[in-house]
Nanobody
Framework: VQLVESGGGLVKPGGSLRLSCSASGFTFTRYAMSWYRQVPGKERELVAT????????RYAHSVKGRSTISRDNAKNTVYLQMNSLKPEETAVYCC??????WGQGTQVTVSS
């Protein structure tokens, strides 16, 4: 199993980023996919989940209305579009398939 995140970087407050997580080594369509973020010294936070069924997507309260999770099953990829970013959202963002598999993460830094 391999999960590879990309799309992180430095963005100014109020800016946007689109993160990607490319998956391989498992049947992507059978799994819900989630994005998490972690700041050193703090607990990992679930940001958003998209299911492999028609269940609605779920978001952390802190990002709801500003972020969109989506998936392209043909490309085995899950995305996280984040808008109106805040400095406190600086973190390493990782994706997971909920089966104990994690990517290495991509750093998002929100700073002027």
């Amino acid at each position: 199993v391999q999960l590879v995140e990309s799309g992180g970087g430095l963005v100014k407050p109020g800016g946007s980023l689109r993160l990607s997580c490319s998956a391989s080594g498992f049947t992507f369509t059978r799994y819900a996919m989630s994005w998490y973020r972690q700041v050193p010294g703090k607990e990992r936070e679930l940001v958003a989940t998209i299911f492999n069924t028609y269940m609605p997507t779920r978001y952390a309260h802190s990002v709801k209305g500003r972020s969109t999770i989506s998936r392209d099953n043909a490309k085995n990829t899950v995305y996280l579009q984040m808008n109106s970013l805040k400095p406190e959202e600086t973190a390493v963002y990782c994706c997971s398939n909920g089966a104990g598999d994690w990517g290495q993460g991509t750093q998002v830094t929100v700073s002027s």
